[in-house]
């Protein structure tokens, strides 16, 4: 009887499948499990259909089908289509299904949602975008997105990321070029070893891969441009927003960019050069006019985030900034060059991958690459490099956003790839001084110098702007919230941008900070710049370690001890080195009532293989638990 009734709960089951489900190749049950492990989100198809009618004259076709498997996945529909007088959308849709295959929604084009692309000002109120508001109710789901478009611009050929995202695994991904002109092309192929992976021809572009399973984040590795493959094509002969270039090098392009971001685009009217050129009459050499120029665009001008390709790739007139007060990385950068040239000092428009995760613009395969704009300043050797997005930073000072990393430098004579300044390891400097009393109910009072340089100073330069309620705010719940009871009494902030350093001086206070136990007063020495990070534990380690940034911290105290206390047993001096850096901590008895205490972490930049993830983590557990050290004082 038992076996009856589970016979015709299976052949119910098959039928409640057949009766609802559409679409059987969209259920989300019929999902491999290699597929669904470790991922948030499967892209079931995704194939990209390029036709290149013409220099000018690009079709792209898309059609995505991607799973979500829960809330974490929902960023990887992408379900949106960029536009604007240069690029149509010709057809646009998109289908919600449930986990059994069943449509549950439909959006038409006219039923997604149309908004600017650029918030903050009208500089390109033609970008815009369109995308579905979808709020899902259960999971799992699967979006069925489709886009044609035609465009022609064909500098922007879009890439081919089988896999661009942790959580997400790929069941099939097809990219294909169809190029009836045989129009030349270019292409680079970037990590396809160990990927399924297939050229289905080798005379057209033409890829397929299959079967990539999730790959899992993990802390401290390299980007994860660096782990999956990609691959990018570019044209010899090209349009951009209506104009025509042809370029296989850096050289060429840079040149055919040059000529066209002059052509116009570098104009200042007659008042705005006679104000310039009277603010650096007095100055003695090119590089105080540059810092006259960078201080009075600084203070006249706002930013507004458009990336670079957004927008088009052309800067507004310089004229059209100084009138606004604003604008994007490109136009202000232009606006700056502009201002340069009107008092006789070169420069040059370079474009860059900006984000703290370091990224370089391709040396060897030129295309339209970067996602922002600096300007170089080239002074014998030791270029100037401005970051003129920022009304803050320090004359010649890019920080962790635009350092070492390759940028395409635009000059008369065409485009050099160039590398920014690096900020490493022991320039990355902060140095923290304190006299600290200690009473015998064991609070302290603390006067504290702090010291910030580089992408140190970098990290800390915003609280210059802080008002004094925020910056305590900032010390008590920020930097020293695992300090109990502590008061801030008093603050002052020096930011030098000549020297480019930060300076903060504080008064504090913390109650009950050491703790009295039986005859002894248990002291922890490291009071104001406690690091006790330690690495998350992998059972496996499956990518490279990576340490973004390296830095060197000093610390340096001498601390009073309270009337009827006598310093006990003191530990020895410590000392750690390896490849990741070095440790050094000392506490020494100066006299009777007064101790020094003297630290130095310097960590060192770098790729490391994953095996060596487990000694860092090793080296980092050792640190921490030097930085709770606690000493004990006798009571007399």
Aim: one cysteine or more.
């Amino acid at each position: 009887m038992r076996n009856k009734i589970a016979c015709l709960s299976v052949c119910f089951l098959a039928c409640f499948y057949v009766s609802f489900a559409q679409d059987a190749s969209l259920m989300s049950l019929t999902l491999s499990p290699d597929l669904k492990k470790d991922a948030n989100a499967v892209i079931r198809e995704s194939y990209t259909e390029i036709t290149i009618d013409a220099v000018d004259k690009m079709t792209i076709k898309e059609r995505r089908v991607t799973t979500v498997l829960n809330k974490l996945g929902n960023k990887h529909v992408d379900a949106f289509a960029n536009y604007d007088n240069d690029t149509k959308i010709i057809n646009l849709s998109a289908k919600v299904y449930n986990a059994f295959g069943k449509e549950i929604k439909k959006y038409s084009k006219s039923k997604f949602t149309d908004v600017s692309a650029v918030d903050g000002g009208t500089l390109y109120s033609d970008s815009r975008v369109k995308y579905i508001e979808y709020t899902p109710t259960e999971y799992p789901y699967t979006v069925v997105f489709e886009v044609e478009y035609k465009t022609s611009s064909t500098g922007f050929i879009p890439k081919w990321y089988p896999i661009n995202s942790y959580y997400l695994s790929v069941q099939n991904s097809e990219y294909k070029i169809i190029n009836p002109e045989k129009i030349e092309t270019r292409i680079r192929e970037h990590n396809f070893k160990g990927y399924d992976i297939k050229k289905m021809s080798d005379n057209d572009i033409h890829y397929i891969a299959k079967n990539i399973p999730a790959i899992e984040y993990e802390n401290n590795t390299v980007n994860i441009s660096e782990l999956v493959p990609s691959l990018i094509v570019a044209l010899n002969d090209f349009s951009l927003k209506g104009i025509k270039g042809s370029a296989t090098n850096w050289k060429e392009f840079g040149k055919w960019r040059y000529e066209n971001l002059k052509n116009g685009n570098d104009i200042l009217s007659e008042s705005v050069k006679s104000l310039i050129q009277q603010k650096v009459s007095a100055a003695e050499n090119d590089i105080e006019k540059a810092k006259i120029v960078y201080d009075f665009m600084q203070n006249r001008t706002r930013y507004i985030s458009v990336q670079e390709g957004i927008g088009g790739w052309k800067p507004i007139p310089a004229d059209e900034v100084h009138k606004m007060g604003y604008g994007d990385c490109k136009g202000l950068t232009n606006y700056t060059k502009a201002l340069l040239d009107a008092v006789g000092v070169k420069s040059h428009y370079s474009v860059i991958w900006a984000g703290s995760e370091k990224k370089d613009v391709i040396e060897d395969f030129s295309c339209m690459q970067g996602n922002h704009v600096i300007l170089n300043i080239p002074n014998n050797g030791n270029d100037i490099w401005l970051e003129c997005t920022s009304q803050t930073k320090p004359f010649g000072f890019l920080g962790d956003f635009t350092d070492d990393r390759n940028a395409l430098v635009i000059t008369p004579e065409g485009g050099i790839i160039k590398k920014t300044p690096s900020y490493l390891n022991e320039q990355n400097i902060q140095n923290c001084n304190a006299n600290i009393t200690l009473d015998n109910k064991g609070s302290i009072t603390a006067d504290i110098d702090i010291k910030s340089e580089g992408i140190q100073y970098d990290n800390r330069a915003f609280i210059d702007n802080y008002s004094t309620e925020d910056l305590i705010k900032y010390y008590k719940s920020n930097l020293w919230s695992y300090n109990n009871n502590l008061e801030i009494k008093a603050t002052n902030v020096i930011n030098d941008k000549n020297k480019v350093f930060l300076k903060e001086e504080i008064k504090a206070t913390i109650a009950d900070y050491a703790s009295l136990t039986g005859n002894e007063l248990l002291l922890r020495v490291n009071v104001f710049n406690k690091n006790t990070f330690v690495p998350k534990r992998y059972r496996t380690r499956n990518h490279p370690l990576r340490i973004n940034r390296g830095y060197k911290d000093v610390d340096q105290y001498r601390i009073t001890i309270p009337e009827g206390f006598k310093i006990g047993y003191l530990p020895e001096k410590y000392e750690l080195t390896n490849k990741f850096g070095s440790y050094t901590m000392e506490i020494k008895k100066i006299d009777e009532k007064t101790l020094s205490y003297h630290k130095t972490l310097v960590i060192k930049e770098g790729t490391f293989p994953k095996e060596d993830y487990k000694l860092y983590r090793t080296f980092r557990k050792r640190i921490a638990k030097k930085e709770n050290l606690r000493i004990a004082l006798q009571k007399l």
